[in-house]
Each structure stands twice: as structure tokens, then as C-alpha cells.
């Protein structure tokens, strides 16, 4: 099966290193109580579809990747490859895809499930509530 792919150079792919950055704005969002809350007013990157922005750090128990789609619905997924690299995500432009930032590429459609790649498992896309201009997950 064909599949598109993120723009990424062999040595991106070996070294692991994804499209996506962390926010600008770090105060952005915040974790509590097992709950990431966002922010959207401080988070520029999201306003358009497509974009997307990886939050790690402040006691989250696992890297997240959070993206506006071409679907224009918001996306919250543990930003982590089932494949035994665990390497990040990033969504891949028109093609409603999120993809391994390795050599191997797996390839998750917005519900988690994988299409493409050696990954043996889905990924965990977490339930995503927004509220005016605030965004919120419970991470669990
Ligand atoms: S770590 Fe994702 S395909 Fe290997």
C-alpha cells in the first residue's frame, strides 16, 4: 500500500526527529488531575488546519500530540508509535494520517488504528472537550 509521507530526510528518520515543535507560548496549556487543558488564544500554531504542536514535560504522563485536522475537529494523541521505537507523530499534510517520525513510518488514521508500517498496535487518541477557547483532555 502506497502512503504519503512527512517530509523528512534519511537522517531526521535515523535520528527520530519530528516536524512537529513544542508551543511557542509554553504557558499554553497545563496538566492537573489528570486533565490537559489548553489554552487556544495562546496556541497560534492550532488556528489553522493542519497545525499542530507537541506538549512534554510538566509532570504529563506521557508526550502528547495535539493538532487541528483537515477535518477542522481538534486531535489529542499519546505522542508515542506503538512500534518498538516509540518514536513522535506528526500529521501528515492532506491526508488524514498521523505518521512515525522513523525510517519505518507508521501511519495511524485520526482514530488511532494503524494503516501502514510495522507498528503492532493502535495508538491511545484521547477524548478532546472544547469550550470556547479552551481545549481539555483527560490524560489517563
Ligand atoms: S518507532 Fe514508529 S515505525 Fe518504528
Given at each position: 500500500?502506497?502512503?504519503?509521507?512527512?517530509?523528512?530526510?534519511?537522517?531526521q528518520?535515523?535520528?527520530g526527529?519530528?516536524?512537529?515543535?513544542?508551543?511557542k507560548?509554553?504557558?499554553c496549556?497545563?496538566?492537573?488531575?489528570?486533565?490537559?487543558?489548553l489554552?487556544?488564544?495562546k496556541?497560534?500554531?492550532?488556528?489553522?488546519?493542519?497545525?499542530?504542536?507537541r506538549?512534554?514535560?510538566?509532570?504529563l504522563?506521557?508526550?502528547?500530540?495535539?493538532?487541528?485536522?483537515?477535518?477542522?475537529?481538534?486531535?489529542v494523541?499519546?505522542?508515542?508509535?506503538?512500534?518498538v521505537?516509540?518514536r513522535?507523530?506528526?500529521p501528515v499534510?492532506?491526508?488524514?494520517?498521523?505518521?512515525?517520525?522513523?525510517?519505518?513510518?507508521?501511519?495511524?488514521?485520526?482514530?488511532?488504528n494503524?494503516?501502514?508500517?510495522?507498528?503492532?498496535?493502535?495508538v491511545?487518541k484521547?477524548?478532546?472537550?472544547?469550550?470556547?477557547?479552551?481545549?481539555?483532555?483527560?490524560?489517563?
Amino acid at each position: 500500500m502506497g502512503i504519503k509521507s512527512s517530509k523528512r530526510n534519511f537522517f531526521q528518520r535515523i535520528l527520530g526527529l519530528p516536524v512537529t515543535s513544542e508551543p511557542k507560548d509554553s504557558n499554553c496549556w497545563s496538566y492537573s488531575g489528570g486533565k490537559l487543558v489548553l489554552d487556544l488564544n495562546k496556541a497560534p500554531e492550532l488556528k489553522k488546519p493542519g497545525g499542530a504542536i507537541r506538549l512534554e514535560g510538566k509532570d504529563l504522563p506521557e508526550r502528547i500530540l495535539v493538532f487541528f485536522g483537515e477535518d477542522k475537529k481538534y486531535h489529542v494523541f499519546r505522542n508515542r508509535c506503538s512500534h518498538v521505537g516509540h518514536r513522535r507523530l506528526d500529521p501528515v499534510p492532506g491526508t488524514n494520517t498521523v505518521q512515525c517520525c522513523s525510517v519505518s513510518k507508521s501511519t495511524y488514521d485520526f482514530s488511532g488504528n494503524k494503516i501502514y508500517g510495522p507498528a503492532p498496535h493502535p495508538v491511545i487518541k484521547y477524548d478532546v472537550t472544547v469550550d470556547g477557547d479552551k481545549l481539555s483532555a483527560k490524560i489517563s
